[in-house]
């Protein structure tokens, strides 16, 4: 049973940074391409960032390009995303997402092309 696990939400001010954590489990991620998403309330879910498990090339949106870096560790079994100069409209509930296979990265922001969800983890920056 494969398991995403988010940990490491809370609040911080406008500048700040915070790292959230996806704990994976339930087989090897190996081949799988993990990615991270943010939701607020009544708008579509945000693609933020991904990588390949294996390593390599990493992918950003555009809002968070030069901000915020995803990273794994694989003795921890584990993907990041560190989150710097962080600004109110940052405010959202993040999301650790998993693809059994690389996805190119013209569809990377489809949430429909993602196998596993976190249950997310919420992230509040204040003015």
């Known amino acids: 049973q494969v398991q995403l696990v988010e940990s490491g939400g809370g609040s911080v001010q406008a500048g700040g940074s915070l790292r959230v954590s996806c704990a994976a489990s339930?087989?090897?991620?190996?081949?799988?391409?993990m990615a991270w998403f943010r939701h607020v309330p009544g708008k579509e879910r945000e693609f933020l960032a991904a990588?390949?498990?294996?390593?390599?090339?990493?992918y950003f949106a555009d809002s968070v390009k030069g901000r915020f870096t995803i990273s794994r560790d694989n003795t921890k079994n584990a993907v990041y995303l560190q989150m710097n100069s962080l600004e109110p409209e940052d405010t959202a509930i993040y999301y650790c997402?998993?693809?059994?296979?690389?996805?190119?990265?013209?569809?990377?922001?489809?949430?429909?092309?993602?196998?596993?969800w976190g249950q997310g983890t919420v992230v509040t920056v204040s003015p």
């Open positions: 997402a998993a693809a059994r296979s690389y996805l190119a990265a013209q569809v990377m922001g489809n949430t429909t092309a993602y196998d596993y």
């Open positions: 339930g087989r090897s991620f190996a081949t799988f391409l």
């Open positions: 990588m390949r498990w294996s390593g390599g090339n990493t």
